[in-house]
């Protein structure tokens, strides 16, 4: 029986953004070589719960249910690239989600929901904590991509694995929609502007 496991609480975007972020993670392995987050799959990390004595029994579920169904639905938008500076000259680079009045209040809300009390940064990552050198051949061909992608979201996932096993992969454990429907935040900001998913074999991006 497994003893501990760590949870990880997500959004999800839509196929055609993970698959664009999937091009992006493939032109950069091109670039720099294997790195760490190569074959993750595109999403927005909202909590991560390691080693945690299965909490997720019966009550708790319904209670998680019953609490982010009165979240609506969001439309976000993936606007361009940034990128974190972490210890140890370690860099990532991320789809930046654009912030709105409208969209932070949707994420404070969704933070007081999970009792989330760090600060929260939506982002998708690209390349995660890759050395500086990599960064400085990489960043130049990212800096200056212009692209604006909304998409909605309309439910938390979450997954999990074993704590202490080393090859343990993510497997999906639950999924929560947002119900509300009284209001639909992020529409009064949909822009034109998106991007042209191109050709799917078309990995030449840089």
Not at 138 to 146: D, G, R, T, V, Y
Not at 168 to 173: L, M, R, T, V
Not at 182 to 187: E, M, T, Y
């Given at each position: 029986?497994?003893?501990?496991?760590?949870?990880?609480?997500?959004?999800?975007?839509?196929?055609?953004?993970?698959?664009?972020?999937?091009?992006?993670?493939?032109?950069?392995?091109?670039?720099?070589?294997?790195?760490?987050?190569?074959?993750?799959?595109?999403?927005?990390?909202?909590?991560?719960?390691?080693r945690q004595k299965p909490f997720m029994a019966d009550k708790n579920?319904?209670?998680?249910?019953?609490?982010?169904?009165?979240l609506p639905p969001v439309l976000l938008h993936w606007d361009g690239?940034?990128?974190?500076?972490?210890?140890?000259?370690?860099?990532?680079?991320?789809?930046?989600?654009?912030?709105?009045?409208?969209?932070?209040?949707?994420?404070?809300?969704?933070?007081?929901?999970?009792?989330?009390?760090?600060?929260?940064?939506?982002?998708?990552?690209?390349?995660?904590?890759?050395?500086?050198?990599?960064?400085?051949?990489?960043?130049?061909?990212?800096?200056?991509?212009?692209?604006?992608?909304?998409?909605?979201?309309?439910?938390?996932?979450?997954?999990?694995?074993?704590?202490?096993?080393?090859?343990?992969?993510?497997?999906?454990?639950?999924?929560?929609?947002?119900?509300?429907?009284?209001?639909?935040?992020?529409?009064?900001?949909?822009?034109?502007?998106?991007?042209?998913?191109?050709?799917?074999?078309?990995?030449?991006?840089?």
């Amino acid at each position: 029986m497994t003893m501990y496991e760590d949870y990880l609480m997500l959004l999800s975007p839509p196929e055609a953004i993970k698959h664009e972020i999937t091009r992006y993670k493939k032109a950069s392995a091109k670039v720099i070589g294997d790195y760490q987050s190569m074959n993750s799959p595109a999403h927005i990390s909202i909590l991560h719960r390691e080693r945690q004595k299965p909490f997720m029994a019966d009550k708790n579920l319904l209670l998680m249910e019953q609490t982010l169904a009165q979240l609506p639905p969001v439309l976000l938008h993936w606007d361009g690239f940034g990128y974190f500076t972490h210890l140890h000259k370690k860099m990532t680079i991320y789809g930046n989600i654009r912030s709105t009045p409208a969209t932070d209040e949707w994420f404070n809300q969704l933070k007081k929901k999970l009792k989330i009390k760090k600060n929260l940064v939506p982002h998708i990552t690209v390349v995660r904590n890759i050395p500086e050198s990599d960064f400085n051949q990489l960043w130049p061909h990212f800096k200056h991509k212009k692209l604006v992608e909304p998409f909605w979201i309309s439910a938390l996932m979450v997954v999990k694995r074993d704590t202490f096993d080393a090859y343990a992969k993510w497997e999906f454990f639950k999924s929560f929609s947002f119900k509300n429907q009284a209001g639909f935040i992020g529409a009064e900001n949909i822009e034109a502007g998106r991007i042209d998913i191109a050709d799917p074999d078309q990995i030449n991006l840089f």
